[in-house]
């Protein structure tokens, strides 16, 4: 498994959970520990920088229906990326100091490739979990994606009235407006 990691701003550490199920402080385990042990990998900070699972430490998801893999089972996700900053020296023996993102996904066949959806984001920082939601207006086209678009103006306005520069998230709905 590759993934990119645009930029982390401290020492972290990855760990890659299959069938992740969540338990107590936003602890994750799997709920197949015969099938793998989930190993802490560390991660430098930096720029544009690739993660790459070890070999060896993954799950052979031929074991593994399509319906198991691409649908959350409860509380279990078939796939947990738990990135977790290393806290600074003075920090470290601070009760609650950890901060991490949670990705929770699935695995979906596209074509004859297995890829990842993620599902669900979470953060979870001193001793609280957030969970992440889209903001619907943030457009994240690209000219592939939209015939004869003007990348200078693209998604800029009010989703509602498409004239006015959008500044306001409205909730409970989530979409980015002009006030």
Not at 73 to 88: H, I, K, N, T
């Amino acid at each position: 498994m590759e993934t990119i990691v645009k930029l982390a701003l401290v020492l972290c550490s990855i760990t890659i959970y299959y069938f992740g199920k969540e338990g107590k402080n936003c602890t994750f385990s799997s709920v197949y520990p015969e099938l793998q042990t989930p190993t802490k990998i560390p991660f430098q900070k930096g720029l544009a920088q690739k993660f790459v699972q070890t070999s060896g430490s993954g799950v052979d998801l031929g074991f593994f229906s399509l319906d198991e893999l691409s649908n959350p089972s409860g509380e279990v996700f078939p796939l947990v990326v738990y990135a977790e900053a290393c806290p600074p020296p003075e920090e470290s023996h601070q009760p609650n100091s950890t901060r991490a993102q949670i990705t929770l996904a699935v695995i979906e066949k596209h074509h004859n490739d297995l890829r990842v959806k993620v599902v669900k984001q979470m953060l979870w920082s001193d001793g609280e979990k957030y969970e992440l939601q889209e903001i619907y207006g943030i457009v994240n086209s690209t000219e592939a994606d939209v015939p004869d678009a003007d990348d200078s103006d693209m998604g800029k306005e009010c989703v509602i009235c498409l004239t006015e520069p959008r500044d306001t998230a409205v909730f409970p709905c989530r979409h980015l407006v002009s006030t």
